[in-house]
């Protein structure tokens, strides 16, 4: 369900999330109904599922349905679903798609004949099995003519869960309409006059009468798109809710949706429904994601591959890179600390860079910290090897200190300072202080997981007395607010990262294995993002993404100023996109001096740079 | 793209016949001065010059030279700010592979990838989209470095000898004329 739009602001860069917004849902609508002239006046939403019903008609029917829901619901009775079946078997629709008669005629065969009716539908809200078993019928019965029955969006404004309203996604949250229209009508769809409902439990309803379910479904992939995003959304609800029946039934349902998708889509919503699941039945990995000891080498080859099949930490590395350059011009002592070392491929393009530049190359100090590895394997030394080789042969002056650290809270100011002349020669070096930029890489934000480990970091990065900060974060809000806000600001953060995957993979797609491979591991790598993000919770939770305001925010009250990026940085991103197969979709951006990566609309990845503030 | 060696055989013909015919005209075998012949050289692009290294020996031999390269990758890179051809930058790229390698790596597939983007969008596409040096030196380092294996320490775990660099895969797969 992949479109090209890169003019649909509102969407934020979702491709195939934008189903339900209007612009999309008006071209939807005059490609599948291949309106005439006539069908002007038509609510386009509705057109695009196969419903005609004039705009100036809408309050009128939608009052209606509400009349019929009523009429369907106040009843008691006992288990005599006679009505419905009546509604089913016996009564002749004509025309579904024109919801306004259609309604009418119900209401005529409501009121006319008053037999006892079914127990009552289901509230407007999701957490009714009943419902629920419902659209797992829906989903198997089979189409006759027209696409998969699609459910009546809720024109006037209905109780939509908060959190999806906020994301300007109308269309979720209505499905309290689908008890109503879709089950008689489906039935006489397929003509199920068949037996009378089984009526044994008030929570099997009548859509039991249309029961006998087909083997399944010609399902068109977009209605099927738009009724996942939905069952995902729906599930979050549900768990936040603490309602773990509907969300069980909703999680696999997710599943046999997601299998009727293709690409991005899919891969987005099975991480994400796996998620869920995990957060559902308590089955999380052992301790947060890479915590565990013997992830720590997986997570770096993971990181790895992120790193070749996508530009984001290229863009992440070479920007900071520049800022760093920039901000060590004239020096000729150099010190850079690194918080995320790993296998220290920013490192190589900015001693390159130094050895490059006018005047010659400076000192150069590296000090990087990781994580404890479980073998006994020293991987921060042997980066600081392959770093100090390379340092040799471009002749630059390299010095390198590697520190093992669970986090970086246990860091000191003396640890990062001291032993500033052990290896010196030559007195005339001392007198010049060291210049020191402190570098972060998707690092900061793990350190909001503790309260208080990110004001300690900060302040130990203050009394290093930095000439420069570069700071590189993820662009999302992944950290406030309840669950359902975070799992739909996730939902559209990731699926909008997988769309850059795909972009740039499908273009550069000649079949290579590698590529295929680093596509498969980055998917990897962002899917244990997914999950932290989504099932875990407290200390374990530590993809605690903010937004760079948010960032800027947390800068300047740690005592930082803004240090702007410098147009080279800009050029040089916007270089290296170009580079990138199936570039087109990406976009560089500067923001009040800081440079952000996304795809289309969305920015992704943030880069900034900040500086000690005076005073 | 066989002009150019075209165009030097065919000059060579034309004098010789030239110069039976009017004594005025001088012969220059462009095949003895291998400085002249590398100067022109140095001024193809690099698939043009990767083929002219198929001529013959001495054309091979030229065509390995790293000052044609140079000349090569300058003329095809946007370099900025003054020192294009410093001495710094010429022994920092010999360190870390030298420009042949260079052009092959990064420059190459960088130019063919915009050539490609630029068939697509059209020659009116978006900023001037060109490769610098820098960018192309700092892939080329990180390449370098990707080579560079385990160094002092592993041991125990032995992984492949020579670890495959990655990081400029993206840059699509290069042709191997070494």
Redesign the interface.
């Known amino acids: 369900m992949k479109r090209e739009h890169p003019g649909s602001g509102v969407l934020g860069g979702g491709d195939w999330y934008g189903g339900a917004v209007e612009g999309e849902g008006q071209e939807k609508g005059k490609a599948m109904m291949g309106v005439g002239a006539e069908d002007e006046d038509v609510d386009e939403l509705l057109a695009a599922l196969g419903y005609k019903v004039r705009s100036s008609d809408m309050a009128d029917v939608a009052q209606k349905l509400e009349q019929a829901e009523m009429a369907m619901g106040n009843g008691i009775a006992a288990s005599d679903d006679a009505l419905l079946s009546h509604l089913a078997a016996d009564t002749v629709h004509y025309n579904p798609s024109d919801i306004s008669t259609w309604v009418d005629n119900i209401l005529s065969e409501l009121n006319a004949p008053p037999p006892p009716l079914p127990p009552p539908p289901p509230p407007p809200r999701f957490d009714d099995s009943s419902s629920l078993d419902r659209q797992n019928r829906l989903l198997e019965l089979p189409l006759v003519t027209r696409r998969a029955p699609a459910e009546v969006y809720d024109p006037k404004p209905a109780p939509a869960p908060p959190a999806a309203r906020a994301t300007g996604r109308f269309a979720f949250g209505s499905d309290s309409q689908l008890d109503v229209a879709p089950s008689p009508r489906d039935s006489k769809r397929i003509k199920f006059c068949s037996s009378p409902p089984s009526s044994s439990s008030s929570t099997t309803d009548a859509a039991t009468s249309a029961a006998s379910p087909l083997p399944v479904v010609v399902v068109d992939p977009q209605e099927a798109g738009i009724r996942l995003v939905h069952a995902l959304l729906a599930c979050a609800e549900a768990v936040q809710q603490e309602n773990l029946k509907a969300s069980d039934t909703l999680v696999k349902q997710i599943s046999v949706l997601a299998a009727s998708q293709g690409g991005a889509m899919r891969k987005v919503a099975g991480y994400f429904a796996e998620a869920l699941a995990r957060r559902i039945y308590r089955r999380l990995p052992r301790g947060g994601a890479g915590s565990s000891f013997d992830s720590v080498a997986f997570d770096d080859m993971l990181h790895?591959h992120f790193?070749?099949?996508c530009?984001y930490l290229k863009f992440a590395h070479?920007t900071a890179?520049q800022a760093i350059l920039e901000a060590f011009a004239g020096c000729r002592r150099v010190h850079v600390i690194d918080f995320g070392m790993r296998q220290?491929?920013q490192w190589?393009?900015l001693?390159?860079?130094l050895?490059?530049r006018?005047g010659?190359p400076p000192s150069f100090r590296l000090t990087g910290i990781g994580p404890p590895q479980p073998d006994n394997?020293?991987a921060l030394?042997?980066v600081g090897?392959?770093?100090?080789?390379?340092a040799e042969?471009?002749?630059v002056d390299f010095h390198y200190r590697g520190f093992v650290a669970t986090s970086l809270a246990d860091l000191e100011p003396y640890m990062l300072l001291g032993q500033d002349t052990d290896d010196r020669v030559g007195a005339d070096d001392v007198d010049e202080p060291e210049a020191v930029a402190v570098n972060s890489v998707l690092e900061l934000h793990q350190l909001l997981a503790r309260p208080g480990s990110l004001e300690k970091v900060l302040r130990t990065v203050r009394a290093v007395r930095p000439r420069i900060v570069t700071v590189v974060e993820q662009e999302a809000n992944h950290n406030a607010g309840t669950f359902q806000e975070r799992f739909t600001e996730a939902l559209h953060y990731y699926s909008t990262m997988f769309d850059s995957l795909e972009g740039g993979a499908a273009a550069?797609a000649?079949a290579?294995s590698?590529?295929g491979r680093?596509l498969t591991m980055s998917e990897v790598y962002l899917g244990r993002q997914i999950c932290n993000v989504v099932a875990h919770e407290g200390a374990d939770r530590t993809e605690r993404h903010e937004t760079l305001a948010q960032w800027r925010g947390r800068m300047t009250s740690a005592g930082f100023e803004s240090a702007p990026i410098g147009s080279?940085a800009f050029?040089?991103a916007?270089?290296?996109l170009?580079?990138?197969?199936g570039?087109?979709g990406y976009r560089v951006e500067e923001r009040e001096g800081c440079l952000t990566l996304g795809w289309h609309t969305r920015p992704l990845i943030a880069a900034s740079a900040w500086r000690v503030a005076a005073g | 793209m066989r002009r150019p060696e075209e165009e030097e055989e065919e000059e060579e013909e034309e004098e010789e016949e030239e110069e039976r015919s009017s004594p005025g005209w001088r012969r220059i075998p462009i095949n003895d001065n291998a400085d002249l012949l590398a100067e022109i050289l140095g001024r193809l692009d690099g698939r043009s010059l990767a083929v002219a290294g198929c001529v013959c020996r001495l054309w091979s031999a030229l065509g390995r030279r790293e000052a044609v390269w140079e000349a090569v990758c300058y003329r095809q890179v946007a370099v900025a700010g003054a020192s294009a051809a410093s001495g710094g930058t010429r022994s920092v790229v010999a360190a870390l592979g030298g420009y042949r390698r260079l052009y092959r790596l990064c420059i190459g597939p960088a130019l063919d990838r915009l050539a490609g983007v630029r068939r697509r969008q059209g020659p009116a596409a978006s900023a001037a989209r060109h490769v610098s040096l820098s960018l192309a030196l700092s892939l080329f380092s990180i390449d370098c470095y990707e080579r560079l294996g385990g160094g002092g320490g592993r041991q125990q775990q032995q992984q492949q000898q020579q670890p495959r660099p990655t990081s400029l895969l993206f840059l699509g797969q290069p042709v191997d004329v070494s």
Do not use: H, V
């Open positions: 790895m790193y070749e099949s530009p070479f890179n220290g491929l190589p393009a001693l390159q860079a050895a490059l006018p010659g394997s020293d030394q042997e090897w392959k770093l100090a080789q390379l042969t471009i002749r550069a000649a290579d590698a590529g680093d080279n050029k040089q916007s270089m290296l170009a580079l990138f197969a570039g087109d």
